[in-house]
């Protein structure tokens, strides 16, 4: 008689909402590798094999924005400045930040113990992301 | 042969902080580190003070840090550790006396685990147990071995840091009955431990597992919590 047990979302307590960060942050490191490799492929179909060096296609992939390229020997520009690489940057940027930010709160945790100091970080974490986030959107769709 | 043992000494009414002592005992390789502390007490120093009870590696008294590690005393050889012995009290814990910590906080997070079954159904019709079969029963035969020693979360880095952390302890005790089939109250360990000092601050070191005196795998039960957690199947 082996039984079947199983939990909807609430009654294991993933409505906290430091839990979905914990998973999230999980999930996100994968989007991330993932938003890498589009980028890695990406740059190889657009003639990085005979045109970039390594470090200039890592950059690229760490984050594709078309100012990354303009050093290299890369004779047209046009397709690395396309929407799609935009918003592939773009999203590879609001992950990473909140990957990154979320990362730093939980770091902090170990040395901070107060509620209300805790809390405090976690606000100005998420001023942080935000701020970071909009600059680098701005940066990505004007350049 | 000659056993120099190094220990840990803290007197809370004369000491502001710790300090080490050496003794050196005679003694036989085959003796447990546990002896070694009994002839130091019995023969040079009758102050020093150290927690035991069964000696066998039961009740969970006497772990501490042996050349840096956390053992049993009581399960530590002297030939598997060496005639140089360096014995210390387990870290993140208060020291209350030489090797003895102040216990209270441990058994404090083993508490928030409702670390008791919990099955409100009405008995089976005769009146008696609620069965179980043998694959449902072990499924988590591997955590009811925990002695609640506190080897693990004592040798937990993400402890230290934050002793807010449940530990690995309070989470075996945990596992132990969340995939219990008779228990149901799987769902309120998980929402326990879903809040911020729970599974998230287990950051897999393997100092747990590598400390546990019963062998438990505590990684991977941890594991098994988090995945229970997202998953929301507790088979
Ligand atoms: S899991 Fe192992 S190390 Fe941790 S308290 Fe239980 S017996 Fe001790
Ligand atoms: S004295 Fe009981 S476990 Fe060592």
């Given at each position: 008689m082996t039984t079947k047990r199983t939990l909807s979302i609430k009654q294991r307590g993933l409505t906290n909402f430091e839990a979905v960060m914990w998973i999230f942050t999980r999930l996100s490191a994968l989007a991330i590798y993932g938003l890498i490799l589009v980028g890695l492929i990406g740059a190889l179909i657009m003639?990085?094999?005979?045109?970039?060096?390594f470090a200039d296609v890592m950059r690229w992939a760490f984050m594709p924005n078309v100012t990354h390229v303009q050093s290299t020997d890369l004779q047209d520009l046009n397709p690395w400045a396309s929407p799609f690489w935009k918003l592939t940057a773009s999203a590879l940027l609001l992950v990473a930040v909140a990957h990154g930010v979320h990362g730093l709160v939980v770091i902090a945790d170990d040395y901070i113990a107060g509620a209300g100091a805790r809390k405090f970080i976690r606000f100005l974490s998420i001023v942080m992301m935000i701020s970071m986030s909009g600059i680098g959107l701005y940066l990505i769709w004007t350049s | 042969m000659e056993i120099t043992i190094k220990i840990f000494r803290y007197d809370p009414e004369k000491d502001v902080r710790g300090h080490y002592e050496t003794y050196v005992v005679e003694g036989d390789e085959n003796d447990r580190v546990l002896d070694v502390l009994e002839l130091v007490k019995g023969k040079?120093?009758?102050t020093l003070a150290f927690r035991r009870s069964c000696a066998h590696g039961v009740c969970g008294s006497d772990a501490m840090r042996i050349n840096g590690r956390n053992h049993l005393a009581c399960k530590t050889l002297v030939r598997d550790v060496g005639a140089n012995i360096t014995v210390e009290p387990v870290l993140g814990l208060k020291v209350k006396k030489d090797l003895i910590v102040d216990m209270d906080p441990f058994f404090d997070n083993y508490k928030k685990m409702l670390p008791y079954m919990i099955n409100e159904s009405p008995l089976p019709a005769d009146g008696r147990e609620r069965l179980q079969s043998p694959e449902d029963r072990a499924r988590f035969d591997e955590t009811t071995?925990?002695?609640?020693?506190a080897a693990c979360t004592t040798s937990c880095p993400s402890y230290w840091a934050n002793g807010e952390y449940y530990g690995p302890a309070a989470i075996v005790t945990a596992h132990r009955f969340i995939f219990d089939s008779r228990d149901e109250a799987a769902g309120e360990r998980l929402q326990i431990l879903a809040e911020t000092d729970g599974v998230a601050r287990c950051h897999t070191a393997y100092n747990c597992t590598e400390a546990c005196p019963r062998e438990i795998k505590i990684t991977k039960a941890i594991g098994e919590v988090k995945m229970a957690m997202i998953t929301g199947k507790l088979d």
């Open positions: 003639g990085a094999r005979n045109q970039m060096n | 040079s120093d009758g071995k925990c002695i609640l020693c």
